[in-house]
């Protein structure tokens, strides 16, 4: 069973950078079947991509975030990350790992979640 | 960036009545790559439909996806009351994705 779980501070400073690790777990996130993707809500909102990995080292990245945001991956461990620097309060949100299958060359569905952790920004 | 927009915002039905759920994009949706989910409170997100009308492993036959180009639909043909929830329609046609912004059904 694939289970993917997020882990880091749940409370952020403005300025600072969000960083947070997701743990696959039931399956090898070494695949060319899937990719690892990020994904957040705003509290009461609607879901936002911010961008997806390939255990590679290939990259997407949301333009709105681009300049912002890193992701990479730890094979070794069977993990994934985000960090997002230079935060503000609009950066609060429920953040998501999740698993994208691949079909063809392309990013497709996302068919695992992770149960979300709530970052929140604030002094 | 395309631009979904779902319809109606909230949809209020007894359990057993039909559900249907609309989701307009800005420009055609390449190989009519739109999913649905289903999200209840608290919990993550789950895939419905993929591919505009394939069902993902596991889901009722009672949750059905249409639709092609810049028109889709997602329908719940009798709903059951874990069904009471939000529902959002995602792009994966382009590298920029997207999602809609949700359709709350709600008990009436």
């Known amino acids: 069973q694939v289970q993917l779980q997020e882990s880091g501070p749940g409370l952020v400073k403005p300025s600072q950078t969000l960083s947070l690790t997701c743990t696959v777990s039931?399956?090898?996130?070494?695949?060319?079947?899937?990719?690892w993707n990020w994904i957040r809500q705003h509290p009461g909102k609607g879901l936002e991509w911010l961008g997806h990995?390939?255990?590679?080292?290939?990259?997407f990245y949301n333009p709105s975030l681009k300049s912002r945001v890193t992701m990479s991956v730890d094979k070794s461990k069977n993990q994934f990350s985000l960090r997002l620097n230079s935060v503000t309060v609009a950066d609060t949100a429920v953040y998501y790992c999740?698993?994208?299958?691949?079909?063809?060359?392309?990013?497709?569905?996302?068919?695992?979640w992770g149960q979300g952790t709530l970052v929140s920004v604030s002094s | 960036e395309i631009v979904l927009t779902q319809s109606p915002g909230t949809l209020s039905l007894s359990p057993g009545e039909r559900a249907t759920l609309s989701c307009r994009a800005s420009q055609s949706v390449s190989r009519s790559f739109l999913a649905w989910y289903q999200q209840k409170p608290g919990q993550a997100p789950r895939l419905l439909i993929y591919?505009?009308?394939s069902r993902a492993a596991g889901i009722p036959d009672r949750f059905s996806g249409s639709g092609s180009g810049t028109d889709f639909t997602l329908t719940i043909s009798r709903l059951e009351p874990e069904d009471f929830a939000v529902y959002y329609c995602?792009?994966?046609?382009?590298?920029?994705?997207?999602f809609g912004q949700g359709t709350k059904v709600e008990i009436k």
């Open positions: 990995i390939h255990y590679g080292g290939s990259t």
């Open positions: 995602h792009q994966y046609g382009t590298s920029l994705w997207t």
């Open positions: 591919g505009a009308s």
């Open positions: 039931g399956a090898s996130i070494s695949t060319d079947a899937h990719y």
């Open positions: 999740t698993r994208v299958v691949i079909l063809g060359a392309a990013a497709g569905p996302i068919d695992h």
